[in-house]
């Protein structure tokens, strides 16, 4: 199995309905933050059924032509192979295993490279918990973990921006917040609402997975500068009269 077989594949499953439908969803048109994004019109369970069905057979160097494919769908595609590769190297059993180590730090450099081709928040968010936030869990040789994510957040890319913060949905289920909070601080006056919601978002999954009592400190530091999508996202699931507590902030 080749990236061109999988693409052509992928390209006879077009949807021209759905395809337009895609399009409006994620934001494509002139000025929008998905402008000039393409679809084929495929739902995200037929991609995962291509990667299920042909992601075992396809080699790790075929994936960067998927990842630059024009096709959305292709790009999540190789985003989901490069994900379900990743997590068969991460068990307990071979988190210590040099050649694991080895392979997995090859598959982070491969995301790191094409990071931009995750250019919506659908591909960013189902790909950088899984492997951006599961690799900052496991052991590396590729030098200090703070220093790459450092490094994204600093970006000047949207994309590259959220994976900074999303990837923290899987340290902090794994109960270390403190990604969480300092990549919550650091975009904390982001100007673009999808970054609101991304900072919200996780400070949420951090207060559920790991202590409300570190939410509510966050909150009184910030609740008063918060973007309010971000405070809403962030208290979403308080009591009526805590949320209103917030709000009042």
């Known amino acids: 199995m080749t990236a061109r077989e999988i693409i052509g594949y992928m390209e006879s499953l077009q949807d021209e309905k759905q395809r337009r439908e895609l399009m409006r969803f994620f934001k494509t048109g002139p000025g929008e933050y998905g402008e000039g994004d393409e679809f084929l019109g495929l739902k995200v369970p037929q991609t995962r059924e291509v990667v299920k069905l042909t992601g075992r057979e396809l080699p790790l160097s075929e994936v960067p032509e998927l990842l630059m494919s024009r096709w959305h769908e292709v790009r999540l595609c190789g985003l989901l192979i490069m994900v379900a590769r990743f997590e068969k190297l991460a068990t307990k059993r071979l988190a ?121 400190q966050f909150l009184e530091r910030h609740a008063h500068e918060m973007p309010r999508t971000a405070l809403r996202y962030a208290i979403e699931k308080m009591s009526p009269e805590e949320r209103q507590h917030w709000l009042n902030a």
């Open 96 to 216: 210590n295993d040099d050649q694991a180590i080895s392979r997995r730090d090859e598959i982070m450099r491969m995301y790191l490279q094409h990071a931009e081709q995750a250019n919506n928040w659908d591909l960013v968010d189902l790909s950088a918990p899984k492997i951006l936030g599961h690799w900052l869990l496991l052991p590396t040789r590729l030098g200090d973990k703070r220093v790459v994510v450092d490094e994204l957040a600093a970006s000047t890319n949207l994309w590259r921006q959220r994976m900074s913060m999303v990837c923290t949905w899987k340290t902090s289920q794994q109960g270390d917040p403190s990604w969480c909070l300092r990549y919550a601080e650091w975009h904390l006056h982001h100007p673009h609402d999808l970054m609101h919601k991304a900072v919200g978002w996780m400070l949420r999954e951090m207060g559920k997975r790991c202590s409300m009592d570190l939410l509510r």
